[in-house]
């Protein structure tokens, strides 16, 4: 389901009950991760997509690295969402290559980071 089509009051107590059964379901808890976002609840999809991510799912890697390229529920770090990218590309997710490579092409690389916030 597209992250637009996900209808948070609906998707986000579904999910919550599902991970209280599969506590240690990394495809469990990226869904809900998906729900909190599109709740706007960006530091609750954040915990979410963290466990995903050290359970190995590189789809919650991806949207991890949205969240810290955007900042949404962490303060804005384009290296810490460079490496999430990269990580998640190395797993074959096409997002994230797509995303890492956009990254590139903007120039919204680490490197060029503070350049910037230059106002």
Same mark, same amino acid.
């Not at 948070?8 to 990226?30: G, H, M, Q, S």
């Not at 949207?63 to 810290?68: A, I, P, S």
């Given at each position: 389901?597209?992250? #637009?089509?996900?209808?948070?009051?609906?998707?986000?107590?579904?999910?919550?009950?599902?991970?209280?059964?599969?506590?240690?379901?990394?495809?469990?808890? !990226?869904?809900l991760g998906r729900?909190?976002?599109?709740? #706007?609840? !960006?530091?609750?999809?954040?915990?979410?997509?963290?466990?995903?991510?050290?359970?190995?799912?590189?789809?919650?890697?991806? #949207?991890?690295?949205?969240?810290?390229?955007?900042?949404?529920?962490?303060?804005?770090?384009?290296?810490?969402?460079?490496?999430?990218?990269?990580?998640?590309?190395?797993?074959?997710?096409?997002?994230?290559?797509? #995303?890492?490579?956009?990254?590139?092409?903007?120039?919204?690389?680490?490197?060029? !980071?503070?350049?910037?916030?230059?106002?």
């Open positions: 389901m597209p992250p #637009n089509a996900i209808d948070a009051t609906v998707a986000v107590p579904a999910c919550e009950v599902a991970a209280k059964v599969a506590t240690e379901d990394r495809r469990i808890l !990226f869904q729900a909190y976002y599109a709740a #706007n609840d !960006f530091a609750k999809a954040h915990e979410q997509y963290e466990r995903a991510d050290a359970l190995g799912s590189p789809l919650a890697t991806t #949207n991890l690295g949205v969240l810290y390229e955007n900042g949404r529920g962490v303060p804005a770090d384009l290296a810490k969402a460079q490496q999430l990218y990269g990580k998640a590309a190395a797993a074959r997710v096409a997002i994230a290559m797509s #995303n890492l490579g956009w990254m590139y092409e903007s120039g919204r690389t680490a490197s060029n !980071f503070w350049a910037l916030q230059s106002p």
